[in-house]
C-alpha cells in the first residue's frame, strides 16, 4: 500500500469516471466520461472520499452538508467540488440523481482503486462485504494539484472530512 498523501503533496495521476449532469436524463443515466486529474491545473478544488454511495452517512450526512454549503465553499474560491468512490459511474450518478446534487458536485467513480490506492487512502472492508478496495472517508484540498488539507477520518463518522473543517481550513 502506498503511503498515505500529506500536506504539500502533488495528486496522484490518475483517471476517475463520472457521467455529466443531464436534466433530461432523471431516469436514466448519462455515458460515463474521463476525469483526468491533470485538468484541474490552476484550480482549487476539494475531493471528498466516500467508503460508498447509498450508505447511511454519506448520503444523510456527507453529500448533503456539501451540497448546502457549496456556495460558501466558491465564494472562498473553490473551483470544483468532487465526491469520489470505488463504486462505478452508473451507481454514482444514480446517487446524485437520488440526492439532487444536480450539476454542482462531481460524483466520480475510481471505479479500479486507482486514485485512493495510489494517495494511501484506500481500505480494505472486505470483513464488511465491501471488498478489498474501498476509499477511506476523507476530505482534501488540492490547489494547482498540490495537497493543502487532508482529513482522514479516524472511525465512524463525519468530522475532519466534513464541509466545517473544510470551510475552516480555507480560512
Not at 45 to 52: A, K, N, T, Y
Not at 116 to 128: K, P, Y
Request: aromatic share 8%.
Amino acid at each position: 500500500m502506498a503511503q498515505q498523501i500529506k500536506q504539500g503533496d502533488s495528486l496522484p495521476t490518475a483517471t476517475l469516471k463520472f457521467c455529466p449532469y443531464d436534466p433530461q436524463l432523471q431516469d436514466a443515466c448519462g455515458v460515463p466520461q474521463n476525469l483526468d486529474l491533470s485538468t484541474l491545473t490552476g484550480k482549487k478544488v476539494v475531493i471528498v472520499g466516500v467508503p460508498g454511495a447509498f450508505t447511511p452517512t454519506c448520503t444523510n450526512t456527507h453529500l448533503p452538508d456539501f451540497h448546502r454549503r457549496y456556495d460558501e465553499l466558491t465564494k472562498k474560491g473553490v473551483d470544483q467540488v468532487i465526491f469520489i468512490s470505488t463504486g462505478d459511474a452508473f451507481v454514482m450518478d444514480a446517487w446524485g440523481k437520488w440526492t439532487k446534487t444536480n450539476d454542482k458536485i462531481i460524483l466520480a467513480a475510481d471505479g479500479n482503486g486507482e486514485f485512493v490506492t495510489a494517495a494511501g487512502l484506500s481500505q480494505d472492508l472486505s470483513h464488511i462485504g465491501f471488498g478489498p478496495i474501498r476509499s477511506k472517508r476523507f476530505a482534501l484540498v488540492a490547489d494547482d494539484l498540490k495537497v493543502s488539507y487532508l482529513g482522514v477520518e479516524p472511525g465512524p463518522g463525519v468530522s475532519v472530512s466534513g464541509v466545517e473543517a473544510v470551510l475552516q481550513s480555507l480560512a
